[in-house]
């Protein structure tokens, strides 16, 4: 059966720092992932999807990137943290595109202070 | 005006109540309905996903859609405790991505 793991599951970083955040897919080849931001109270925002390895699409313009090294790894980066950048950031993957069947990750919480 | 409305709630009722949980939309493009269930501090689950009108059932819940009125709605049959959660419809638009709502905020007290 196939299993995403997103790590760290919680951090506190200062304005001005770098942010990393990492999801993986077990049990499949080739997914589409996706990075989603969930402010409180808010819907979820969709930052970055994939569709294969270095093919990275942007849908809101900020100060976060992604990367995707491998098949199955989908990083979230960025290199100064603002204070607006404070939410609940989820990983998903779908393994049919046409359906929208998202899975989730279970969440990174970040708060920057 | 959003593409996707969903009343934040938080909605309150009885266990064994029935619950309605509803969402408009306003784009008619949108082909595929769905209904994720986010327990606190945890990533959504996909509940149910609808693709035409009408209703799909399974176990306790059923999903409505109607496309002419732009309105879907998921029921929760003799609600439990373990119900409570945020619910989250979203759509998917012709170019395949998910649309989502604010979710809508669900207490079922013993």
């Known amino acids: 059966s196939q299993t995403i793991h997103q790590w760290p599951a919680t951090l506190v970083q200062p304005v001005g720092s770098p942010l990393s955040l990492e999801c993986t897919v077990e049990?499949?080849?080739?997914?589409?992932l996706y990075w989603y931001r969930q402010a409180a109270g808010r819907g979820l925002q969709l930052l970055f999807y994939?569709?294969?390895?270095?093919?990275i699409s942007s849908e809101v313009p900020q100060n976060l990137s992604a990367s995707r090294p491998q098949d199955r790894q989908f990083i979230l980066s960025s290199k100064k943290l603002l204070l607006s950048d404070s939410g609940f950031y989820l990983c998903?993957?779908?393994?049919?595109?046409?359906?929208?069947?998202?899975?989730f990750g279970e969440g990174s919480r970040l708060t920057v202070l | 005006q959003k593409e996707v409305e969903q009343d934040p709630g938080p909605l309150s009722v009885p266990e064994g109540a029935i619950v309605s949980l509803n969402c408009t939309y306003s784009?008619?493009?949108?082909?595929?309905f769905m209904w994720y269930r986010q327990y606190s501090r945890k990533g959504p689950e996909l509940l149910m996903y609808?693709?035409?009108?009408g209703n799909k059932e399974d176990g306790r819940f059923t999903a409505q859609v109607d496309k002419s009125s732009k309105y879907i709605s998921l029921f929760i049959r003799d609600s439990q405790p373990s119900d409570s959660a945020t619910y989250l419809c979203?759509?998917?638009?012709?170019?395949?991505?998910?649309?989502f709502g604010s979710g809508t905020r669900l207490l079922v007290r013993p």
């Open positions: 998903a993957w779908v393994p049919r595109v046409t359906t929208g069947e998202l899975f």
């Open positions: 049990g499949t080849s080739n997914p589409n």
């Open positions: 994939s569709i294969g390895i270095d093919q």
């Open positions: 784009n008619s493009a949108f082909q595929y």
């Open positions: 609808t693709y035409s009108s």
């Open positions: 979203a759509m998917q638009d012709s170019s395949y991505k998910l649309i």
